[in-house]
């Protein structure tokens, strides 16, 4: 059974980056598409992106110029990073796995819950 | 972009009635393309039905999926009171991937 698990600071200063690491335990990172969605409280999903093997990432345009992704295959891990962030940025966190050919979520981590304030 | 739109945005049901979700589509999405998702209170959402109808691994036969072109549904027949949750649709169809704004079903 694949697990994902979301890990990083809790709290973040306005202006700073976020930053999150997703470990994946039961599977390889590699030959997935692996993305992030973001909840912010009380309201509905939003879809950050995707990496897959680093070098294919695809970012929500509302998000791209601040929005970097990346995979690390040794770890088995692949991590966010959101610069620049804002009070609009508090959110729960999660990363989930793409199915086969990078098409729905089929498994998905706990979530984090990032705070942006001073 | 393709904009999902959920409706209604709440639903209020007894245990052993029939639920019927829509998702509305801004333009044509191929029924291979639409997946719902089940979130509960607290928790991370979790995969009912991808191509429209294909319902995931685990899911019982009491969510079923319908739909094409810009019209979706997810039915949840004889509810029962574990099914108290936020549903979302989601397209897959645009590397730009959307969900809807979800659908909250309360179980009286």
């Known amino acids: 059974q694949v697990q994902l698990q979301e890990s990083g600071p809790g709290l973040v200063k306005p202006s700073e980056t976020l930053s999150l690491t997703c470990t994946v335990s039961g599977d390889s990172v590699d030959g997935y598409y692996w993305g992030w969605i973001r909840q912010p409280p009380g309201k509905g999903l939003e879809w950050i992106g995707y990496?897959?093997?680093?070098?294919?990432?695809i970012y929500n345009p509302s998000l791209r110029s601040r929005v970097t992704m990346s995979q690390d295959t040794p770890k088995n891990q692949f991590s966010l990073k959101l610069t620049s962030v804002t009070a609009a940025d508090t959110a729960v966190y999660f990363c989930?796995?793409?199915?086969?050919?990078?098409?729905?979520?089929?498994?998905w981590g706990q979530g984090r819950l990032v705070t942006v304030s001073s | 972009e393709i904009v999902l739109t959920q409706s209604p945005g709440t639903v209020s049901l007894s245990p052993g009635e029939r639920a019927a979700l829509s998702c509305r589509a801004s333009e044509s999405v191929s029924s291979k393309y639409i997946a719902w998702y089940q979130q509960k209170r607290g928790q991370a959402p979790r995969l009912l039905i991808y191509?429209?109808?294909s319902r995931a691994t685990g899911i019982p036969d009491r969510f079923s999926g319908s739909g094409s072109g810009t019209d979706f549904t997810l039915t949840i027949s004889r509810l029962e009171a574990e099914d108290s949750a936020v549903y979302y649709c989601h397209q897959y169809v645009d590397s730009f991937r959307t969900f809807g704004q979800g659908t909250k079903v309360d179980i009286k």
């Open positions: 191509a429209t109808s």
């Open positions: 989930a796995r793409y199915s086969r050919g990078g098409k729905y979520f089929d498994f």
């Open positions: 990496v897959h093997y680093s070098d294919d990432t």
